[in-house]
C-alpha cells in the first residue's frame, strides 16, 4: 500500500502501467470505495498506454483520516501532493462526479501540476440548483435510515433508465449494494450539498475536456455546459448515457479521452 500523509490523512494512491509518457491521474466520485469502484475495469485500460495513478481520498476506505468534515480544497491537496509524488512534471488530470470540482480545483491552484484535464459529470456549484440540492439531501436522509432505499436512489440516478432495463433486473439488484452509505460515503455527499467553485474556473489555463452524460439524472447535463461555458480552453463532449458514462459507454468514453490527451 501507497500513502502520503497530507494534513490530518494518510492518503492511499496505487500506480498502474509502466514507460514513459505522461502520468494520467484519476480522480473519483462520492462513495466509500473510492478509486476501486470508480476506475477498477478503466485504469488498466488507460495503462496500457500510459502510466496511470488513481488517488482515495479522504472520506475513502482506503484513506484515514480524523473524519472532519471535508472541502474541496482540502481534497485539491490530497491529489496535488500525489502528484508531486509520482511525477517531476505536469500530469493529465481527470475526475469523476465529485472528483470533477476536486480536479478542477487542482488545475486553478496548481496550474504547474496540469498539463490537460478532463472533467467528467461534474458541476461547479450546489446551491442555487434545487433539483441537485434536494437530491444530495435525500442521500443524507436515507443514508442515515434505509441503506437499500440509499441504494436503490443512487442506481436510479447513477444510470440510464434504458441501460438499467437493458441489463434487467438481476443485474440491477446487483448494483444497488455497490454504494452503500458509509460514514465515509456520507461524508462525500455532505460535501457535494456545498460544492462551489465557481471563483476558481476562470483561473484554469490547463486545455479542458468536459465531458457530459446526456441522460445524467445525479448531476444534470445543463452542469457539464456551464463548466464549458467557464473554463475558456475547452473542448465539450456529450455521450449517450447516465452519470456514471464510462460504465455505460465505456469504449466510447475511452475513445474521447484519448483522443483528447493524445492531441499534443
Not at 82 to 93: I, K, N, T, Y
Not at 213 to 223: C, G, I, S, W, Y
Request: aromatic share 6%; net charge negative.
Amino acid at each position: 500500500m501507497t500513502t502520503i500523509t497530507v494534513a490530518d490523512a494518510r492518503v492511499h494512491y496505487e500506480e498502474f502501467g509502466s514507460g514513459e509518457g505522461v502520468p494520467l491521474v484519476l480522480v473519483h466520485g462520492t462513495g466509500s470505495a473510492g478509486a476501486g469502484l470508480t476506475w477498477g475495469d478503466l485504469a488498466p485500460r488507460f495503462a496500457e498506454r500510459r502510466p496511470v495513478v488513481t488517488v482515495d481520498l479522504s472520506g475513502s476506505d482506503r484513506t484515514e483520516d480524523e473524519g472532519g468534515p471535508l472541502t474541496v480544497e482540502g481534497l485539491a491537496d490530497q491529489v496535488s501532493a500525489v502528484v508531486g509524488a509520482v511525477s517531476r512534471g505536469p500530469v493529465d488530470l481527470l475526475g469523476f462526479s465529485m472528483g470533477a470540482p476536486v480536479a478542477a480545483a487542482v488545475a486553478a491552484l496548481r496550474p504547474e501540476q496540469v498539463r490537460r484535464l478532463v472533467l467528467v459529470s461534474g458541476w461547479a456549484h450546489t446551491d442555487g440548483d434545487e433539483y441537485l440540492r434536494n437530491l444530495f439531501t435525500l442521500w443524507l436522509r436515507l443514508g442515515s435510515l434505509d441503506a437499500d432505499a440509499f441504494g436503490r436512489s443512487v442506481t436510479m440516478t447513477g444510470f440510464s433508465q434504458s441501460f438499467l432495463n437493458t441489463i434487467g433486473r438481476d443485474q440491477v439488484e446487483q448494483l444497488i449494494p455497490n454504494m452503500p452509505p458509509t460514514p465515509g460515503t456520507l461524508r462525500h455527499v455532505e460535501l457535494d450539498t456545498r460544492v462551489d467553485i465557481r471563483k476558481l474556473l476562470p483561473r484554469i489555463s490547463a486545455r479542458t475536456l468536459v465531458v457530459g452524460a446526456r441522460h445524467d439524472a445525479t448531476v444534470p447535463v445543463a452542469h457539464s455546459k456551464a463548466l464549458h461555458a467557464a473554463i475558456a480552453a475547452s473542448d465539450y463532449a456529450e455521450l449517450d448515457a447516465g452519470h456514471v458514462v464510462f460504465f455505460e459507454q465505456p469504449d466510447a468514453f475511452l475513445g474521447a479521452v484519448t483522443r483528447f490527451l493524445d492531441a499534443g
